[in-house]
């Protein structure tokens, strides 16, 4: 008996090493496991710039193939992996301060205390520069969680504190193009590889060039009351909505579930609106990151039930 709970007691110990050495690692690399593009690591500290290594001079670290455009920088490399690897796994470090990943170019390197770090674009770069150290501080705090989510968006501290009628994925509008509501007859669906993080929610867009637009200035498009049915919201309730039940206010969009729920929004409009935008901050203070589910339907002035 003694003999065989010192069995379990070591196969025990056995399975927690494993899962110690097998520790979860997110890497941005090609379909060969080549890290960085192919760009020499080391290259990018001393000759201040990218460059191109040689796929006969490698070496693996970390799960990566690094390719050196030296055997100098390879012997380098080896003997201080730690120094000259890319930081989160050679995604954008401003995508990671957003709590998600996202690819990068090669020359928007920077090295801040000593780290590699890339980004996405030079939108990333004009946000990550906006405070380097407060968003390295928050790439390093989000790594985690956003490797465990497999490089998928997370929702970040900041966001917790808004409120948003989004899908299962933390998609909005169904996955209307928000823009679309502003520039063209009606809205359109919008593609998954052409998004955007605004407080909490993700956007999709049927171009690139709506994607900039919103990122540009995603107050003027970001609907109204988080998506929500404002008719609902001005009698203090979270209701669905209709993405193609929606109406332009003081080029504001809002939002309605129904076309009954529209109609009586509609009859005082002015009224409405300003009960809604009293009612929204209430809301939100008692519902964000607290949001389980929609409240039940809105009655109409008549007490009829609005689906």
């Not at 909005?172 to 193009?177: A, H, P, S, V």
């Not at 605004?198 to 998506?227: I, V």
Request: net charge positive.
């Amino acid at each position: 008996m003694k003999k065989q709970i010192f069995t379990f007691i070591l196969l025990c110990l056995a399975i927690s090493g494993f899962a110690q050495s097998t520790k979860k690692t997110l890497l941005n690399v090609n379909s060969n496991n080549v890290i960085l593009d192919g760009y020499d690591p080391v290259a990018f500290f001393t000759d201040n710039k990218p460059v191109l290594g040689d796929t006969s001079i490698k070496t693996k670290f970390e799960g990566a193939i690094y390719y050196f455009a030296s055997k100098e920088h390879l012997d380098l490399f080896t003997a201080n992996p730690e120094k000259y690897k890319p930081q989160f796994g050679g995604y954008c470090a401003y995508a990671v301060s957003l709590g998600r990943t996202a690819p990068i170019d090669v020359k928007t390197f920077s090295i801040v205390d000593g780290r590699l770090l890339l980004q996405h674009n030079q939108r990333a770069v004009n946000g990550w520069n906006k405070d380097v150290k407060g968003n390295l501080e928050l790439a390093d705090h989000y790594w985690p969680a956003v490797v465990d989510n497999n490089g998928k968006q997370i929702t970040t501290d900041d966001e917790k504190k808004f409120l948003n009628n989004v899908d299962k994925t933390g998609v909005i509008l169904e996955g209307y193009d928000v823009v679309s509501y502003f520039t063209g007859s009606k809205p359109v669906m919008g593609d998954s590889k052409f998004d955007a993080r605004y407080q909490g929610a993700t956007y999709w867009f049927s171009t690139a060039e709506n994607a900039g637009l919103f990122k540009d200035h995603p107050e003027k498009y970001a609907p109204q009351y988080g998506g929500f049915c404002g008719y609902a919201v001005s009698l203090g309730k979270l209701r669905p909505v209709n993405p193609l039940i929606f109406q332009l206010y003081h080029g504001k969009l809002i939002l309605q579930h129904t076309q009954e729920a529209y109609d009586i929004f509609n009859k005082d409009l002015d009224k409405n609106v300003n009960k809604a935008d009293e009612n929204w901050p209430k809301i939100i203070k008692k519902k964000a990151g607290k949001f389980k589910g929609y409240d039940a339907p809105a009655m109409s002035p008549e007490n009829k039930m609005v689906s």
